[in-house]
């Protein structure tokens, strides 16, 4: 091992990483919060800022796992299609059976010049993380419980509210677009996930999915009926790993190097049916191939189609630079402030910070663990 990844598993090296993100986070959620009084005034431009404001703190974890890391991510297209990625609205269908699915996706929405104003559709839980989920709030993210009787009308409305989201507004970014997440399957994947959701294809006499949870079909009807004539088309995303590799948000912490392959096929939405049958029908289907995409993919080890490398670009790490070189030089002359002052009350005091910033972020870590999943779609617990 040599001495740069022996470094990057050092505990002192995740300390400086999370010390930067946590107070970059907090800092931007409070210019956030200073964006409040112009939204009645000037909406769209309270909402270029705060896209601007969120691509600064989710373009730091995209730094972190393309320039810490080194992980490289492989795009399968049509080159025909893949001309349009960035320069058009779409609502994105993705698998949800990695820890880093989130991160792989924000990585090729900075490719394509589209994470600051990418939504998704997310659960509520989401929404009280601290730094992520506040920023979130501001971006107008749309979080639901998962019970469709209680999220009916929120859902609606923050749908149309991605309406009339500014486009063309990223002039060093040139983001013309937004993308819209959906994991129709609601929850990620576990072998008794998915035993009790084939119980349910079963009844429903689906034919049975190898890789994939059975797709709820409410959220996806409801996103297609209300972003008609705002998106132009689905992209059907299926992810996956080479060399069956499990990643997590700490392995990439650690420095460790992944390899995503996303295979994007582009589905004009006009050829989706409006009927909620038949567009509940279409997403079964579409899940079925996305299974038989994914059984390939574990015999071959790659997705059909020409593969392709989105360029990377600079942005991410240079804001990541930027926001790590202004933190640490006040945190340096702290250090020393405190080791010439010989305090032993104020030293106590930055060891307890240091702690609760690594503990703060260890935690948020932990929710992107699979084994920390809700446990809703399984039964006798329905959330
Ligand atoms: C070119 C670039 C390409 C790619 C870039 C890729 C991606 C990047 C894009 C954007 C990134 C932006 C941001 C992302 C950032 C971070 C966030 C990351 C992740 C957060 C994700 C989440 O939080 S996932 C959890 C929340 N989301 C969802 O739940 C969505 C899916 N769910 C739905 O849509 C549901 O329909 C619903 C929640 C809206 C309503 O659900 P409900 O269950 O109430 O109703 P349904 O009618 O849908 O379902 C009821 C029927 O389901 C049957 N049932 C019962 N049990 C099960 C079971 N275990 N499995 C399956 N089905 C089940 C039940 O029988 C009912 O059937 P009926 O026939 O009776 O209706
Ligand atoms: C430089 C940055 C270093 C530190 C990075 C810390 C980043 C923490 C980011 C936390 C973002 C959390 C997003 C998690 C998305 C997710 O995967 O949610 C799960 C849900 O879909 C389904 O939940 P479930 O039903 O529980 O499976």
Not at 264 to 277: G, K, Q, T
């Amino acid at each position: 091992m040599g001495l740069v990844q022996w470094l990057k598993g050092q505990l002192l090296c995740h300390l400086v990483i999370c010390y930067g993100f946590f107070v970059s986070g907090l800092l931007i959620n409070l210019l956030q919060i200073c964006t409040l009084p112009l939204w009645p005034i000037n909406k769209q431009l309270a909402r270029r800022i705060n896209c601007k404001l969120g691509y600064s703190l989710t373009s730091q974890s995209v730094a972190l796992l393309e320039w810490w890391s080194g992980t490289e991510v492989t795009l399968y297209t049509d080159p025909e299609n893949y001309r349009l990625y960035g320069k058009e609205n779409a609502i994105v269908v993705l698998n949800h059976n990695f820890e880093i699915d989130f991160l792989c996706g924000w990585t090729f929405c900075d490719r394509f010049g589209v994470l600051g104003a990418s939504k998704c559709l997310a659960k509520k839980e989401l929404s009280y993380l601290p730094v992520i989920g506040w920023m979130w709030y501001f971006l107008e993210m749309v979080f639901i419980k998962r019970k469709w009787e209680e999220d009916k009308r929120n859902f609606v409305q923050s749908l149309q509210n991605l309406r009339d989201y500014p486009e063309n507004f990223w002039v060093s970014h040139q983001s013309t677009s937004q993308l819209f997440l959906l994991h129709c399957e609601g929850t990620r994947f576990t072998e008794e996930k998915h035993r009790v959701s084939m119980e349910v294809a079963e009844k429903k006499s689906l034919p049975k999915l190898k890789h994939h949870l059975l797709p709820r079909t409410k959220g996806f009807w409801v996103a297609v009926q209300n972003l008609r004539g705002t998106v132009a088309a689905v992209y059907c995303c299926t992810l996956n790993f080479r060399n069956n590799e499990t990643p997590t948000l700490l392995g990439v912490l650690n420095g460790e190097k992944y390899h995503p392959d996303l295979y994007v096929r582009r589905i004009p939405l006009e050829s989706i049916p409006e009927d909620e049958a038949e567009c509940s029908a279409w997403l079964h289907k579409l899940y079925q191939e996305k299974d038989k995409f994914q059984e390939d993919y574990s015999q071959t080890g790659c997705f059909p189609g020409p593969k392709v490398t989105p360029p990377c670009r600079p942005w991410a790490l240079i804001n990541w630079l930027g926001w790590t070189c202004l933190l640490l030089y006040p945190l340096c002359l702290l250090l020393v402030q405190l080791v010439n002052s010989g305090s032993i009350l104020s030293i106590l005091a930055t060891v307890a910070f240091c702690a609760a910033v690594s503990v703060g972020v260890r935690w948020m870590i932990g929710q992107t663990e699979i084994k920390r999943s809700s446990s809703y779609g399984v039964p006798l617990n329905n959330k």
